[in-house]
DNA sequence: ACTAATGTATTATTGCCATAATACAATAAT
DNA sequence: ATTATTGTATTATGGCAATAATACATTAGT
Protein backbone atom coordinates (compact mmCIF):
# COMPACT_ATOMS: atom_id res chain seq x y z
CA UNK A 1 0.00 0.00 0.00
CA UNK A 2 1.25 3.09 -0.77
CA UNK A 3 -0.01 5.58 1.76
CA UNK A 4 0.61 9.01 -0.21
CA UNK A 5 -1.57 11.72 1.04
CA UNK A 6 -2.83 14.64 -1.96
CA UNK A 7 -2.29 18.33 0.09
CA UNK A 8 -5.62 19.99 0.67
CA UNK A 9 -8.16 17.21 1.85
CA UNK A 10 -7.52 16.28 5.39
CA UNK A 11 -5.77 13.17 5.88
CA UNK A 12 -8.25 11.88 7.95
CA UNK A 13 -10.48 12.01 5.38
CA UNK A 14 -8.08 10.50 2.80
CA UNK A 15 -7.87 7.41 5.11
CA UNK A 16 -11.25 6.91 5.64
CA UNK A 17 -11.50 6.64 1.89
CA UNK A 18 -9.30 4.53 1.34
CA UNK A 19 -10.38 2.09 4.17
CA UNK A 20 -13.51 1.83 2.08
CA UNK A 21 -12.53 1.05 -0.72
CA UNK A 22 -10.59 -1.68 0.57
CA UNK A 23 -13.56 -3.34 2.26
CA UNK A 24 -16.18 -2.35 -1.16
CA UNK A 25 -13.32 -4.31 -3.28
CA UNK A 26 -12.67 -6.89 -0.41
CA UNK A 27 -9.25 -6.35 -0.03
CA UNK A 28 -10.34 -6.69 3.46
CA UNK A 29 -12.38 -9.60 3.46
CA UNK A 30 -16.17 -9.27 5.28
CA UNK A 31 -15.86 -10.05 8.48
CA UNK A 32 -11.87 -9.87 8.71
CA UNK A 33 -9.66 -7.89 10.47
CA UNK A 34 -9.06 -4.46 10.21
CA UNK A 35 -5.19 -3.47 10.80
CA UNK A 36 -5.04 -1.84 14.71
CA UNK A 37 -4.67 2.33 14.25
CA UNK A 38 -1.23 1.91 15.63
CA UNK A 39 -0.27 -0.20 12.58
CA UNK A 40 -2.37 1.73 10.14
CA UNK A 41 -0.44 4.88 12.03
CA UNK A 42 2.89 3.23 11.44
CA UNK A 43 2.54 2.44 7.88
CA UNK A 44 0.97 5.64 6.75
CA UNK A 45 3.13 7.63 8.86
CA UNK A 46 0.82 9.65 11.00
CA UNK A 47 -0.24 10.08 14.33
CA UNK A 48 -2.61 7.78 16.01
CA UNK A 49 -5.31 10.25 16.93
CA UNK A 50 -5.56 10.90 12.93
CA UNK A 51 -5.86 6.88 12.29
CA UNK A 52 -8.91 6.72 14.61
CA UNK A 53 -10.17 9.82 13.48
CA UNK A 54 -10.28 8.26 10.09
CA UNK A 55 -11.53 4.77 11.83
CA UNK A 56 -14.40 6.81 13.46
CA UNK A 57 -16.13 8.02 10.21
CA UNK A 58 -16.26 4.40 8.96
CA UNK A 59 -17.68 3.09 12.52
CA UNK A 60 -20.59 5.84 12.22
CA UNK A 61 -21.65 4.29 9.17
CA UNK A 62 -21.22 0.65 10.85
CA UNK A 63 -18.41 -0.72 8.58
CA UNK A 64 -16.50 -1.71 10.90
CA UNK A 65 -16.61 -2.47 14.44
CA UNK A 66 -14.54 -2.38 17.67
CA UNK A 67 -13.69 -5.22 19.70
CA UNK A 68 -11.66 -3.83 22.26
CA UNK A 69 -8.98 -5.82 23.98
CA UNK A 70 -7.23 -7.68 21.52
CA UNK A 71 -9.71 -7.60 19.32
CA UNK A 72 -9.01 -4.88 17.09
CA UNK A 73 -11.55 -3.81 14.72
CA UNK A 74 -13.52 -6.09 12.27
CA UNK A 75 -15.38 -4.98 8.65
CA UNK A 76 -19.15 -6.19 8.84
CA UNK A 77 -20.05 -8.96 6.98
CA UNK A 78 -23.31 -7.67 6.55
CA UNK A 79 -23.27 -8.32 2.64
CA UNK A 80 -26.12 -5.84 1.60
CA UNK A 81 -24.37 -3.50 3.69
CA UNK A 82 -21.27 -4.03 1.60
CA UNK A 83 -22.93 -4.57 -1.69
CA UNK A 84 -24.75 -1.04 -1.06
CA UNK A 85 -20.94 0.14 -0.23
CA UNK A 86 -19.79 -0.83 -3.25
CA UNK A 87 -22.36 -0.02 -5.27
CA UNK A 88 -22.66 3.45 -4.02
CA UNK A 89 -18.80 4.29 -4.11
CA UNK A 90 -18.89 2.98 -7.99
CA UNK A 91 -22.18 5.02 -8.88
CA UNK A 92 -20.85 8.47 -6.81
CA UNK A 93 -17.94 8.15 -8.81
CA UNK A 94 -19.30 7.54 -12.21
CA UNK A 95 -22.05 10.15 -11.28
CA UNK A 96 -18.94 12.41 -10.45
CA UNK A 97 -17.04 11.63 -13.11
CA UNK A 98 -19.91 12.44 -15.73
CA UNK A 99 -20.87 15.73 -14.24
CA UNK A 100 -16.85 17.08 -14.55
CA UNK A 101 -16.78 15.86 -18.03
CA UNK A 102 -20.23 17.31 -18.28
CA UNK A 103 -18.20 21.44 -16.96
CA UNK A 104 -15.55 20.27 -19.37
CA UNK A 105 -18.09 20.26 -22.31
CA UNK A 106 -17.82 16.38 -22.87
CA UNK A 107 -21.71 15.44 -22.97
CA UNK A 108 -22.21 11.37 -22.22
CA UNK A 109 -21.39 10.06 -25.54
CA UNK A 110 -18.33 12.41 -25.91
CA UNK A 111 -17.00 10.83 -22.30
CA UNK A 112 -18.06 7.34 -22.95
CA UNK A 113 -16.13 8.15 -26.48
CA UNK A 114 -13.10 9.66 -24.65
CA UNK A 115 -12.72 6.78 -22.02
CA UNK A 116 -12.88 4.17 -24.89
CA UNK A 117 -9.81 5.80 -26.06
CA UNK A 118 -7.84 6.54 -23.13
CA UNK A 119 -4.77 4.83 -23.21
CA UNK A 120 -2.25 4.99 -19.96
CA UNK A 121 0.84 6.39 -19.79
CA UNK A 122 0.44 8.83 -22.90
CA UNK B 1 -24.01 29.21 -11.12
CA UNK B 2 -24.43 27.06 -7.77
CA UNK B 3 -21.30 27.64 -5.58
CA UNK B 4 -21.83 25.25 -3.13
CA UNK B 5 -18.56 23.58 -1.64
CA UNK B 6 -17.31 20.65 -0.48
CA UNK B 7 -16.63 20.03 2.83
CA UNK B 8 -12.58 19.04 3.66
CA UNK B 9 -10.90 20.65 0.73
CA UNK B 10 -9.51 24.20 0.83
CA UNK B 11 -12.30 26.80 -0.21
CA UNK B 12 -9.64 28.24 -2.59
CA UNK B 13 -8.77 25.17 -4.39
CA UNK B 14 -12.59 24.56 -5.24
CA UNK B 15 -12.84 28.24 -6.62
CA UNK B 16 -9.52 27.63 -8.75
CA UNK B 17 -11.10 24.57 -9.70
CA UNK B 18 -14.02 26.01 -10.92
CA UNK B 19 -13.16 28.66 -12.89
CA UNK B 20 -10.75 26.56 -14.24
CA UNK B 21 -13.35 24.42 -15.73
CA UNK B 22 -15.34 27.54 -17.03
CA UNK B 23 -12.27 28.45 -18.69
CA UNK B 24 -11.60 24.79 -20.49
CA UNK B 25 -15.41 24.18 -21.18
CA UNK B 26 -15.09 28.02 -23.14
CA UNK B 27 -18.01 29.41 -20.44
CA UNK B 28 -15.72 32.22 -20.16
CA UNK B 29 -14.19 33.05 -23.20
CA UNK B 30 -10.36 33.04 -24.55
CA UNK B 31 -9.40 36.25 -23.63
CA UNK B 32 -12.96 37.28 -22.14
CA UNK B 33 -13.26 38.96 -18.62
CA UNK B 34 -13.16 37.29 -15.56
CA UNK B 35 -15.87 38.51 -12.74
CA UNK B 36 -13.84 40.75 -10.21
CA UNK B 37 -12.70 39.36 -7.39
CA UNK B 38 -15.73 41.62 -4.98
CA UNK B 39 -18.45 40.03 -7.54
CA UNK B 40 -17.07 36.24 -7.36
CA UNK B 41 -16.67 36.87 -3.48
CA UNK B 42 -20.18 37.96 -3.68
CA UNK B 43 -21.74 35.28 -5.63
CA UNK B 44 -19.88 32.60 -3.73
CA UNK B 45 -20.61 33.87 -0.27
CA UNK B 46 -16.93 34.40 0.75
CA UNK B 47 -14.64 36.69 1.53
CA UNK B 48 -12.32 38.75 -1.12
CA UNK B 49 -9.22 36.99 0.53
CA UNK B 50 -10.12 33.82 -0.39
CA UNK B 51 -11.11 34.34 -4.04
CA UNK B 52 -7.95 36.38 -5.19
CA UNK B 53 -5.66 33.72 -3.62
CA UNK B 54 -8.33 30.98 -5.82
CA UNK B 55 -7.23 33.43 -9.14
CA UNK B 56 -3.22 34.01 -7.64
CA UNK B 57 -3.34 29.95 -8.54
CA UNK B 58 -5.07 30.66 -12.05
CA UNK B 59 -2.58 33.31 -12.87
CA UNK B 60 0.65 31.12 -11.95
CA UNK B 61 -0.23 28.71 -14.55
CA UNK B 62 -0.74 31.84 -16.64
CA UNK B 63 -4.52 31.05 -17.42
CA UNK B 64 -5.53 34.69 -16.62
CA UNK B 65 -3.57 37.83 -16.26
CA UNK B 66 -4.57 40.99 -14.21
CA UNK B 67 -4.99 44.87 -15.56
CA UNK B 68 -5.30 46.96 -12.75
CA UNK B 69 -7.29 49.76 -12.67
CA UNK B 70 -10.49 49.71 -14.73
CA UNK B 71 -9.33 46.50 -15.51
CA UNK B 72 -10.48 43.17 -14.25
CA UNK B 73 -8.89 39.82 -15.18
CA UNK B 74 -8.62 38.21 -18.43
CA UNK B 75 -8.17 34.94 -19.59
CA UNK B 76 -5.59 34.11 -21.72
CA UNK B 77 -6.19 33.80 -25.43
CA UNK B 78 -3.53 31.73 -26.10
CA UNK B 79 -5.08 28.84 -28.43
CA UNK B 80 -2.50 25.98 -27.54
CA UNK B 81 -2.66 26.74 -23.32
CA UNK B 82 -6.11 25.99 -23.52
CA UNK B 83 -5.97 23.17 -25.67
CA UNK B 84 -3.58 22.03 -23.43
CA UNK B 85 -5.78 23.01 -20.20
CA UNK B 86 -8.87 20.83 -21.86
CA UNK B 87 -6.66 18.02 -22.34
CA UNK B 88 -5.09 17.46 -19.54
CA UNK B 89 -8.21 18.19 -17.15
CA UNK B 90 -10.38 15.49 -19.35
CA UNK B 91 -7.29 13.55 -19.24
CA UNK B 92 -6.68 13.72 -15.45
CA UNK B 93 -10.17 13.51 -14.35
CA UNK B 94 -10.37 10.14 -16.51
CA UNK B 95 -7.16 8.86 -15.41
CA UNK B 96 -8.50 9.30 -11.73
CA UNK B 97 -11.82 7.73 -12.52
CA UNK B 98 -10.39 4.67 -13.70
CA UNK B 99 -7.89 4.35 -11.06
CA UNK B 100 -10.76 4.91 -7.92
CA UNK B 101 -12.96 2.03 -10.19
CA UNK B 102 -9.87 -0.27 -10.02
CA UNK B 103 -9.64 0.32 -6.28
CA UNK B 104 -13.25 -0.86 -6.15
CA UNK B 105 -12.41 -3.57 -8.44
CA UNK B 106 -13.40 -2.80 -11.54
CA UNK B 107 -10.76 -3.43 -14.34
CA UNK B 108 -11.42 -1.00 -16.98
CA UNK B 109 -13.65 -3.16 -19.47
CA UNK B 110 -16.05 -3.68 -16.52
CA UNK B 111 -15.67 0.17 -15.77
CA UNK B 112 -16.64 1.01 -19.51
CA UNK B 113 -19.62 -1.48 -19.11
CA UNK B 114 -20.69 0.50 -16.16
CA UNK B 115 -20.19 3.85 -17.31
CA UNK B 116 -22.12 2.72 -20.56
CA UNK B 117 -25.32 1.54 -18.51
CA UNK B 118 -25.29 4.13 -15.96
CA UNK B 119 -28.56 6.49 -15.96
CA UNK B 120 -28.78 8.97 -13.67
CA UNK B 121 -31.42 9.56 -11.10
CA UNK B 122 -31.52 5.38 -9.84
C1' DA C 1 -7.58 66.67 -11.40
C1' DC C 2 -10.96 63.85 -9.49
C1' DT C 3 -13.58 59.69 -8.85
C1' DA C 4 -14.82 54.98 -9.26
C1' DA C 5 -13.51 50.40 -10.05
C1' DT C 6 -10.29 47.07 -9.66
C1' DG C 7 -6.25 44.44 -8.00
C1' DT C 8 -3.04 43.97 -4.06
C1' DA C 9 -1.23 44.03 0.65
C1' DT C 10 -1.39 43.98 5.79
C1' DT C 11 -2.79 42.72 10.29
C1' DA C 12 -5.56 40.38 13.56
C1' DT C 13 -8.64 36.69 14.95
C1' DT C 14 -10.98 32.25 14.88
C1' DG C 15 -11.31 27.38 13.96
C1' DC C 16 -9.88 22.94 12.35
C1' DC C 17 -6.12 19.63 11.09
C1' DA C 18 -2.32 17.25 12.72
C1' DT C 19 1.08 16.14 15.92
C1' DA C 20 2.76 14.84 20.46
C1' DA C 21 2.70 12.80 24.78
C1' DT C 22 0.16 10.53 28.01
C1' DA C 23 -3.26 8.18 30.43
C1' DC C 24 -7.28 5.16 30.89
C1' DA C 25 -10.41 1.00 29.53
C1' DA C 26 -11.29 -3.60 28.07
C1' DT C 27 -10.11 -8.14 26.90
C1' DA C 28 -7.21 -12.34 25.42
C1' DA C 29 -3.38 -14.98 26.73
C1' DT C 30 -0.39 -16.62 30.13
C1' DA D 1 -3.73 -11.90 38.76
C1' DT D 2 -0.65 -10.10 35.57
C1' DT D 3 0.64 -8.70 31.14
C1' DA D 4 0.27 -7.42 26.43
C1' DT D 5 -2.53 -5.63 22.99
C1' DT D 6 -5.92 -2.89 21.51
C1' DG D 7 -9.35 0.90 21.47
C1' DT D 8 -10.44 5.46 23.55
C1' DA D 9 -9.87 9.96 25.78
C1' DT D 10 -7.42 14.26 27.19
C1' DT D 11 -4.57 18.18 26.88
C1' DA D 12 -1.31 21.11 24.68
C1' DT D 13 1.00 23.07 20.61
C1' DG D 14 1.81 24.61 15.78
C1' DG D 15 0.19 25.56 11.22
C1' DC D 16 -2.96 26.74 7.69
C1' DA D 17 -7.73 28.19 6.03
C1' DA D 18 -10.95 31.60 6.25
C1' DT D 19 -12.82 35.73 7.90
C1' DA D 20 -12.74 40.63 8.89
C1' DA D 21 -11.49 45.23 8.39
C1' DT D 22 -8.65 48.34 6.29
C1' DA D 23 -5.44 50.59 3.48
C1' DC D 24 -2.77 51.27 -0.75
C1' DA D 25 -1.86 51.05 -6.06
C1' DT D 26 -3.28 51.54 -10.69
C1' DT D 27 -5.96 52.95 -14.43
C1' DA D 28 -10.40 54.30 -17.14
C1' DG D 29 -13.80 57.61 -17.37
C1' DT D 30 -15.45 62.10 -16.49
Partial sequence: ????????????LQIAER???QIA???ISPGGKVPTVRE???????NPNTVQ?????????????????????????NPDLLAKLKHDMARTATG?????????????AK???????YKEES
Avoid: C, H, Q
Avoid at 96 to 108: C, H, I, P, S, V
Fill in 40 to 46: IAELAGV
Fill in 19 to 21: IRE
Fill in 111 to 117: TVGYLNE
Fill in 25 to 27: SGE
Fill in 1 to 12: MSWKFDDGTPIY
Fill in 53 to 77: RALAELEASALVAAERGNGGRFVSD
Fill in 96 to 108: DFLAKMRKLGFEK
